[in-house]
């Protein structure tokens, strides 16, 4: 298990199998944000420092948490996310226990479907998941935003559903699908990100199986 912080600069991560053409390499070079690829799938997030709760888990085969069944074997994660969250005060979470829900975004941004085990309130997704599974075990990535900002993936994208047309980064078409921790746990402006950070894994610390 690893909580994992950024340190360096913004950098918008692309799932295992997007074409690296969708970004504006050349936007995202210009506003500072380095380009990286993860091993698992799914779309695009951008990480920053002090701008998400990132936690991730390694399960052997052998160890009890281990499950065969791909969408049952993340749900005790999206269990221990929920717990912490309440125990600062969130309330009607909610662990996605069927299959992936897709919409015309997903394929693109990360927090614009809803998969197995993540954590959502209401229609908006809170924790996001990804797994990847070896003959070994499985790693399994999980994250909460600070606040939900679609504009800001959205403005490095240069290719997204077509439906959207030139003016797809200012419809508005993802502002209700995800929303961030600072939203369900209340959190005052003037609370500096530093400290919600800390508030959320310390919970997830004492949450964990």
Do not use: Y
């Not at 380009?35 to 399960?59: F, H, K, N």
């Amino acid at each position: 298990m690893g909580l994992c912080s950024v340190t360096g600069p913004p950098a918008i991560v692309l799932g295992s199998t997007q074409d690296s053409e969708v970004v504006d390499a050349e936007l995202a070079s210009h506003n500072g944000v380095d380009v990286v690829r993860r091993s698992s799938g799914g779309g695009a997030v951008i990480v920053a420092p002090a701008a998400q709760v990132w936690l991730d888990v390694w399960i052997p085969r052998d160890d009890r948490l281990w499950d065969d069944d791909v969408l049952r074997s993340s749900w005790w994660l999206g269990e221990t996310w929920v717990r912490a969250l309440e125990q600062l005060g969130a309330s009607e979470l909610t662990v996605h226990r069927g299959r992936a829900i897709h919409s015309d975004w997903s394929d693109a941004v990360c927090f614009a479907g809803v998969g197995p085990g993540e954590v959502t309130t209401g229609e908006a997704k809170v924790v996001g998941m990804a797994q990847r599974r070896t003959r070994h075990g499985a790693r399994l990535h999980s994250m909460a935003l600070l606040e939900w900002k679609p504009a800001c993936v959205l403005a490095l994208l240069s290719r997204g559903p077509e439906r959207a047309g030139p003016d797809r980064r200012t419809d508005g078409a993802l502002d209700g699908v995800a929303t961030g921790v600072r939203h369900i746990l209340s959190s005052p402006d003037n609370v500096a990100a530093d400290l919600v950070i800390a508030d959320v894994e310390d919970a997830l610390l004492a949450a964990l199986p």
